[in-house]
């Protein structure tokens, strides 16, 4: 799966991009989402309305925009020593930072865009998380992740029941780890 | 769990949501969604606009309960001898709709409800159906379903990759319930 990125790192437009999107996220310190508007978002930016409208179409895609970029993860996931305790410690945080009231706006921006674009970028992020924890198993020498599985056995229902349902708590959290990997990845030496 | 209904049949909250929903229907048919405001809607269900305003608050709930209504299934699941081959038909189904363009126009709007009341009824609908499929398992001498496991195992996969990936193929609707329900529910005299 392959994360498609919107713009080019440098450039104009790149600077333009990074500019609207910081507006974006000051003026969401300051205000409410409902009060937003696209002129407000443009002055702000330091960019003309026009060039917004271009870009974006309108202010769903462009909070949606956003949205992803803050669901983008900060880091490679932690390395605790074992694929299984890797996705464990993931999935925890992963739980913990989407059932979050910042965490949940952001995906019902998300799914707003009537691209679905923005949603798959999402599932493609969550994606390198998984595989750069698989990649690092195989490098251990532990059998690595079938990244498809553990979609749909841990982070589909994690997100599942944080949308329709209330949010998986830790022992959730680990039970649908290990249905993922039974029995997989005691510690060496442990 | 209990699904909530918002308002109990009969009487005439009962007859003024049943005409603002038809309104809201008919509407839907005639113009883009983008295009409803909530006095276009009063005057087609023949209340006054603060009538609405006063019982959904905004358009967005408003959309969003009648984006419920449409997601209750409309009948039992279908019997077809055993828990396995009913779940599969019932999956297959609940792939389909919800991945049809009015399924995922629905679940937005469900999602888009900021009470995440409407998410959990929706969900609520999907547990009854389950709920159905191992009651009559039961009833013909099968074991009865285990409905979380199945919500994580074959509902959860489906609406995360609708929503975030691509809509399961039947092969992979298949997949999810052999995982669900090894081996189990050949048909008797089969």
Same mark, same amino acid.
């Given at each position: 799966?392959?994360?498609?990125?919107?713009? %080019?790192?440098?450039?104009?437009?790149?600077?333009? !991009?990074?500019?609207?999107?910081? =507006?974006?996220?000051? $003026?969401?310190? !300051?205000?409410? %989402?409902?009060? $937003?508007?696209?002129?407000?978002?443009? /002055?702000?930016? @330091?960019?003309?309305?026009?060039?917004?409208?271009?870009?974006?179409? #309108?202010? @769903?895609?462009?909070?949606?925009?956003?949205? +992803?970029?803050?669901?983008?993860?900060?880091?490679?996931?932690?390395?605790?020593?074992?694929?299984?305790?890797?996705?464990?410690?993931?999935? *925890?945080?992963?739980? /913990?930072?989407?059932?979050? /009231?910042?965490?949940?706006?952001?995906?019902?921006?998300?799914?707003?865009?009537?691209? *679905? #674009? #923005?949603? /798959?970028?999402?599932?493609?992020?969550?994606?390198? !998380?998984?595989?750069?924890?698989?990649?690092?198993?195989?490098?251990? @020498?532990?059998?690595?992740?079938?990244?498809?599985? +553990?979609?749909?056995?841990?982070? =589909?229902?994690?997100?599942?029941?944080?949308?329709? $349902?209330?949010?998986?708590?830790?022992?959730?959290?680990?039970?649908?780890?290990?249905?993922?990997?039974?029995?997989? @990845?005691?510690? %060496?030496?442990?």
């Amino acid at each position: 799966m392959v994360v498609k990125e919107r713009v %080019r790192p440098g450039g104009r437009s790149a600077r333009i !991009q990074a500019s609207v999107h910081a =507006a974006v996220d000051a $003026l969401l310190e !300051q205000m409410d %989402r409902a009060e $937003l508007t696209i002129p407000v978002i443009a /002055e702000r930016a @330091g960019v003309t309305p026009s060039t917004i409208y271009r870009r974006w179409g #309108n202010l @769903g895609e462009l909070l949606s925009d956003v949205a +992803v970029k803050r669901l983008r993860p900060a880091a490679e996931p932690a390395d605790t020593g074992t694929a299984k305790s890797d996705l464990l410690a993931w999935a *925890e945080q992963y739980a /913990e930072e989407m059932s979050s /009231e910042v965490g949940r706006a952001m995906i019902r921006d998300v799914m707003a865009s009537p691209t *679905e #674009n #923005n949603a /798959e970028r999402c599932c493609g992020y969550t994606y390198e !998380q998984l595989q750069a924890i698989s990649d690092r198993a195989e490098a251990r @020498g532990e059998a690595g992740l079938d990244v498809e599985a +553990v979609l749909d056995l841990v982070v =589909a229902p994690i997100m599942y029941r944080i949308l329709f $349902l209330a949010p998986p708590d830790v022992a959730h959290c680990r039970a649908l780890v290990e249905r993922a990997l039974p029995g997989q @990845g005691q510690k %060496r030496g442990g």
